[in-house]
C-alpha cells in the first residue's frame, strides 16, 4: 500500500472512486477491506507519522457541557492509524439489547438488529488482533476456554457474567493493535494513503444530493481538490459531525441536517472507580473475576471476566447497560512490566533489579500462565471496583460549530456533552447489587465510594471515556437521524459515514469492534455501491 505525504504531491486536483476522510479502525479497515478490489480507494489522514502540536491544535474544541476529563486532544489522534494510536484494545460487541427500542431509555432503537452486524464481526477480530469477534462475552466463554463454568453461579436475575477480550499487535504480543505501523504492509496496488491531509470542506451540488469535490490542504495550507465517486466519513465521533456541519456553502444548515440531527445526541461512556477492594482479601474474587488466557485460532488471547447488569433488572427498574469489573493497578516495583521490558530486549538496569528481587512471583506467575492459563499476580498497590454505564440519548447533548476557527479556517466544534439522573442512578443501583453478590457468593465485599452508595446525594464522580458516539446517529427515517440503516447520510447519493457516531444508543461495552465490524459491512456495500 502507497503512503505520501501530501505536501510531496503537484498535483493540484486528485481522482479515485472512493475517498476515505480518517485512518482510524474504521478508515483503515475499509482500506484494508477493499484491498485488491477494481476500486482505485484513497486515505486521508490529517495526521502524519508521529503526533506533532501543530495537528493537537487541529484538535481544539469549544466545550459548553459537562467537564470532561479525558484530555480532548490525546483522546482524538490525528496520525496515521487514528485513535487506535492510544486505545487500551478492550473489545466486546454490543448486547442485543442495546440494538433494540426499550420504553425506559428515550431515543433508544436501532433500525438493524445484532443479526446484521454479528456476521462481520469474526471479520472485524482479524483486523483486530482478536481471537473470535463474537459468542464470548456470556456463558459461551467457558466453552471456548474449555472451563467449568464457577460455582456458585451468579444471580442471573440481576447480574449476569460478562467477558471482554483484549487485542494484540501482530508486532508486540504485550501491545493491543496499532493500525498506522501496519497499513504500509498490505498488498494493494490499488489503494493509496495521503498523510498531512486535511479535508476542510464537501462541496456538493445546489441541491446537497451529492458531493462533487473535497477541498483539502495540507500541513502548509497549500489547497488541493480530490475527486470521488464516492466519499466516506471516518474522522472521529466528534470530527464526523464537525465536518459535516462546516461543509456549509451551498446549504446553510452543512450536509446531512435538513431536520436539524446532525450533531445531536452526542454519547460518551461514562466510566471510573466505585470502590476497592483489599488486595490481601480480594484475591479469591480476584480469581474469578480477573484475567483467562485462552488458546483460539490465531494464538493465544486475554479475556477479562466481569459482570453487567441482567435485561431483567433493566426493564423492571428502568436502568442503563452497565458493567463492573475489578481493576489491579501494579505497585511501582511490580516486576512484570520489567519482565515486558526484557522480553523487548528494552531491560535497564531497574528492571534487572526488580526482576531479581520478585523470584517467587515470577514462579507463580509463570505457573498461572503455562498452566492454569489465568491472567498474572500483580505486586499490588491497590485494587478497584470500576464501572462503565451507557448514556441516555438526549438531543441536547450536542456538537454545533463554534464561532472560534482553526488555523485552516475550519469553525471548531462546540461540544454540550450532557449528563442524566439515569446514568447516576444505574451506576449506584448496580455497585449496590455487586456488593451484594460479592457477599453471597462468600468474597468480601467491595468497600465502596460514598458518592456510589444508593442513598448518596453526593455528586456522581465519573468521566467520559474518550468514546464520543451518537451524533450522526443511525435511523430508518430522516427526521429522527443523519445516516441511513447502510451508512448512507440521508437524501445523499455518494456520502457515507463510518464510526462510533453512526450509534444511535451505546451500551456499555467499549465500540472499536462494533466500529470496525460495520465498517467491513460498509465496504461490501461499497463494492457494489
Known amino acids: 500500500m502507497r503512503i505520501d505525504d501530501l505536501r510531496s504531491i503537484r498535483d493540484s486536483e486528485l481522482t479515485t472512486d472512493v475517498c476515505v476522510i480518517g485512518s482510524g479502525p474504521a478508515g483503515s479497515t475499509l482500506a484494508a477491506e477493499l484491498a485488491g478490489s477494481p476500486l482505485r480507494v484513497l486515505i486521508l489522514e490529517s495526521g502524519g507519522f508521529e503526533i506533532t502540536p501543530e495537528t493537537d491544535e487541529l484538535n481544539d474544541l469549544e466545550n459548553a457541557g459537562a467537564a470532561r476529563a479525558m484530555p480532548y486532544r490525546n483522546a482524538r489522534n490525528r496520525i496515521l492509524g487514528g485513535s487506535s494510536h492510544t486505545w487500551s484494545g478492550r473489545c466486546a460487541p454490543l448486547d442485543a439489547l442495546d440494538y433494540r427500542t426499550r420504553s425506559w431509555v428515550p431515543g433508544s432503537g436501532w433500525p438493524i438488529g445484532p443479526d446484521q452486524v454479528e456476521p462481520y464481526l469474526d471479520r472485524a477480530a482479524a483486523h483486530l488482533g482478536l481471537g473470535p469477534g463474537g459468542q464470548f462475552t456470556d456463558d459461551r466463554f467457558w466453552e471456548l476456554a474449555d472451563r467449568p463454568p464457577p460455582v456458585p453461579d451468579l444471580d442471573r436475575r440481576r447480574l449476569r457474567p460478562f467477558f471482554w477480550q483484549i487485542s494484540k499487535d501482530p508486532a508486540d504480543p504485550f501491545d493491543s493493535k496499532r493500525f498506522g505501523p501496519h497499513l504500509a504492509d498490505i498488498p494493494a496496488g490499488n489503494v493509496r494513503i495521503i498523510v498531512n491531509a486535511n479535508v476542510v470542506h464537501l462541496d456538493t451540488d445546489p441541491v446537497g444530493r451529492q458531493v462533487v469535490r473535497l477541498r483539502v490542504v495540507d500541513a502548509d495550507g497549500k489547497p488541493r481538490t480530490v475527486n470521488a465517486a464516492r466519499i466516506v466519513l471516518a474522522a472521529g465521533g466528534i470530527e464526523n459531525a464537525r465536518l459535516l456541519l462546516a461543509s456549509n456553502r451551498e446549504l446553510p444548515a452543512g450536509l446531512g441536517n435538513r431536520h436539524d440531527m446532525v450533531g445531536r445526541y452526542l454519547l460518551d461512556h461514562r466510566c471510573g472507580v466505585v470502590g476497592t477492594l483489599d488486595p490481601h482479601g480480594s484475591a479469591a474474587a480476584r480469581d474469578r473475576f480477573g484475567k483467562y488466557v485462552v488458546k483460539t485460532r490465531g494464538g493465544k488471547h486475554t479475556f477479562l471476566h466481569g459482570v453487567a447488569l441482567s435485561p431483567e433488572i433493566q426493564a423492571a427498574e428502568g436502568l442503563l447497560n452497565c458493567a463492573l469489573w475489578i481493576q489491579e493497578v501494579p505497585a511501582e516495583d511490580d516486576p512484570w512490566e520489567s519482565v515486558k ?101 462468600g468474597f468480601p465485599p467491595p468497600e465502596l465510594h460514598d458518592w456510589a452508595r444508593e442513598d448518596s446525594s453526593l455528586p456522581v464522580r465519573l468521566t467520559d471515556w474518550a468514546h464520543p458516539t451518537g451524533a450522526t446517529r443511525m435511523s430508518a427515517d430522516p427526521r429522527t437521524g443523519v445516516v441511513d440503516a447502510d451508512c448512507r447520510v440521508h437524501g445523499m447519493e455518494n456520502l457515507w459515514v463510518a464510526g462510533s457516531s453512526v450509534f444511535p444508543t451505546n451500551g456499555h461495552a467499549n465500540p472499536t469492534l462494533t466500529i470496525v465490524a460495520l465498517a467491513v459491512r460498509l465496504a461490501d456495500r461499497l463494492r457494489h455501491a
Open 341 to 441: 521490558n526484557l522480553l523487548r530486549g528494552q531491560l535497564n538496569l531497574h528492571d534487572a533489579r526488580t526482576v531479581a528481587s520478585n523470584p517467587g512471583l515470577l514462579l507463580s506467575g509463570a505457573k498461572r500462565r503455562l498452566i492454569d492459563h489465568t491472567g498474572l499476580p500483580r505486586k499490588l498497590e491497590l485494587v478497584e471496583l470500576r464501572c462503565m454505564v451507557e448514556q441516555t440519548p438526549d438531543p441536547e447533548s450536542r456538537i454545533t460549530l463554534s464561532d472560534k476557527a482553526d488555523r485552516f479556517g475550519v469553525p471548531l466544534p462546540r461540544v454540550n456533552w450532557r449528563l442524566s439522573a439515569q446514568e447516576d442512578r444505574t451506576v449506584r443501583r448496580a455497585a449496590a447489587l455487586l456488593a451484594g453478590e460479592f457477599t453471597r457468593l
